[in-house]
């Protein structure tokens, strides 16, 4: 079974930064894209920010110039910068392994940005 841990969330002040990480276990992390998602209280979940098993990236037009998704093979995790955060931003993020037809989530990790 898939397993996905998120970790580096937390309370941070307008035009702030946070690193938040996933680490996966149980994977053939190599085929899978990777991607972020979030949802904040009321909302559908959205994706954040993508990358796929050749390292090419995509992202929400809300997001684009502030958050930086990466991924290290050899750690098995994926990382999303965020910089220049907005209260807006405020949401669980949620960590996702895509493959074929197979979608594997994380638990989440709450990212709260304050004005």
């Known amino acids: 079974q898939v397993q996905l841990v998120e970790s580096g969330g937390g309370l941070v002040q307008a035009g702030g930064s946070l690193r938040l990480s996933c680490a996966a276990s149980r994977i053939v992390f190599s085929v899978y894209a990777m991607g972020w998602y979030r949802q904040a209280p009321g909302n559908q979940r959205e994706l954040v920010a993508a990358?796929?098993?050749?390292?090419?990236?995509d992202y929400a037009d809300s997001v684009k110039g502030r958050f930086t998704v990466s991924r290290d093979k050899a750690k098995k995790t994926v990382y999303l910068q965020m910089n220049s955060l907005r209260p807006e931003d405020t949401a669980v993020y949620f960590c996702?392994?895509?493959?074929?037809?197979?979608?594997?989530w994380g638990q989440g990790t709450q990212v709260t940005v304050s004005s």
């Open positions: 990358i796929t098993s050749g390292g090419s990236t």
């Open positions: 996702n392994a895509h493959f074929g037809s197979r979608d594997d």
